[in-house]
């Protein structure tokens, strides 16, 4: 087989299971929320980026001042929906069966009548849009870490009503948010509450902290999954502990790039993680602000870990065990992964030779149907400095949930 003979891996059928919920749009459905609101704020999420920084300028509250201003647009009944329908398509188009969406509907709860109000819409519309795009969409409700644990409890007990595996159901409970605030421990009893009802739980860990933060987190949260849990691979003690455990670690690594936590792709310890025996599902986070879609993230760990299709096909494999699927839809979705595996590769671009000619709005399209500035099509960080534009926003950001 030549050397640039590779399996398309948007045909590479897998589970996406660490997706937020604004930050899953892509830039042409913002521009569109932002015009039925009459607003900007596609456009300055087109003109600058301000995570495409220089890693000691990156952090946590940049992102989420550039979230806050994505989740400007997402104030209405039909927002709502168009953003489960968008991450629908976009998922589906990337080759995910299964796509269990994060979201905390507190966010959107005043602009709809109310926190049951946005949840039955989001899950309304999971159904139709599974139905639409052929995918099945699957709805995790995630308490934030900014808020009294208290609201995490209001959150368990309503999502207890709502629990079902199907995307008319809540199938995952989650904790997200900037992981140096809140105390774990006060979030045990919202956590306990979602798995007396049979949901299990999916919080974020080990994104930025220690891999002893991680093990508070599986000692107070029983967690089926963990969000990023990365830093798990500083401790081999702890990834064994994960892989006994059989926790799935949700693996973003753009994201950890876009955020500084590593310096660039290949030292995300995706290999580490997975020579410990850890079942890890690649994810994308948050595709609007990292301008990385679903199956890039295989397209890292090809171009930058060295992974063999065989590999990369594994992968896939464990994003579906890890998924809270059927058993028999998993097992469907397995057989197409070996089939994936068993047709003639062709010759699909690696990572460098990914960008398409900039369009005149100077876009370009990635293969996974995300529009980007051309400019920030580069694989590696790029080094604009961020608009003080953005700073209007800071006022904004410890009053109210990004929208995770
Ligand atoms: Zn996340």
Known sequence: MP?????????????????????????????????????????????????????????????????????HVVISERALRRVVDSAARNDAAQGSRRTEIQVDPTSYAPFVNGLVNALEIILDEAVAASARHGIQMGVIVAASRLHHPLDARTLARLSARFVDRGPGGVIGFGLSNDETEGNTVEF?????IARRAGIPGVPHGGEFRSPDHIAQVIDELHPTRIGHGIHAAESPALLSRIADAGITLEVNPASNVSLGVYSDYSKVPLRTLLDAGVQVALGADDPLLFHSGLTDQYRIA????????????????????????????????????????????????????????PSAGGLVERPSGLLVPASA???GPASRPASPDHDRHRADARNVSPGL
């Not at 930058?304 to 979705?333: H, N, V």
């Open 3 to 71: 050397d640039d003979a590779h399996r398309d891996l948007d045909l590479l059928p897998k589970a996406h299971l660490h997706l937020h919920f604004t930050g899953s749009l892509d830039i042409p459905t913002l521009r569109e929320l932002s015009a039925w609101e009459g607003l900007d704020e596609a456009e300055q999420l087109i003109d600058d980026d301000p995570l495409s920084v220089p890693a000691t300028k990156r952090g946590w509250w940049r992102f989420q001042r550039t979230y806050d201003i994505a989740r």
């Open 188 to 192: 045990g009893p919202a956590f306990r």
């Open 302 to 357: 090809r171009a930058y870990l060295g992974f063999s299709d065989a590999e990369l096909a594994e992968l896939a494999r464990m994003s579906i065990r890890g998924s809270f699927a059927d058993p028999a839809d998993k097992a469907r979705w397995l057989e197409e992964v070996d089939a994936w595996l068993a047709a003639e590769p062709g010759r699909e671009p690696g990572l460098a030779a990914m960008a398409t000619p």
């Open 377 to 379: 099509d580069s694989p």
